[in-house]
Nanobody, 118 residues
Framework: QVELVESGGGSVQAGGSLRLSCVAS????????MGWYRQAPGKQRELVAA???????NYVDSVKGRFTISRDDAKNTVYLQMNSLKPEDTAVYYC????????????WGQGTQVTVSS
């Protein structure tokens, strides 16, 4: 069963922009910190950005000033606006819902490929 649905990945030139979207169920979205992770070949999956229910945000150093995470509570959707993309941003990007209820598992999107060419 798919709980998170992603869209917006693709191929762009360096310096270009993409916006990723992730739609969650109302129940999951309402009790979760939402985040975006990415995984490049041969590397560990890393947290790129996260946003709490109160809209506090956090970013990995490599994307600060270029990426913006936001959420729309009315649409149960989290976005990742990616500007000034670099080839090293190339990875599969995954949406994540980290439930605030103790002991409950995370939910993950299926992953969407982002490819940035020089």
């Amino acid at each position: 069963q798919v709980e998170l649905v992603e869209s917006g990945g693709g191929s762009v030139q360096a310096g270009g922009s993409l916006r990723l979207s992730c739609v969650a169920s109302r129940m999951i979205f309402s009790i979760s910190t939402m985040g975006w992770y990415r995984q490049a070949p041969g590397k560990q999956r890393e947290l790129v950005a996260a946003i709490t229910r109160g809209s506090n945000t956090n970013y990995v150093d490599s994307v600060k000033g270029r990426f913006t995470i936001s959420r729309d509570d009315a649409k149960n959707t989290v976005y990742l606006q990616m500007n000034s993309l670099k080839p090293e941003d190339t990875a599969v990007y995954y949406c994540n819902a980290d439930l605030v209820i103790p002991g409950r598992r995370d939910y993950w999107g299926q992953g969407t490929q982002v490819t940035v060419s020089s």
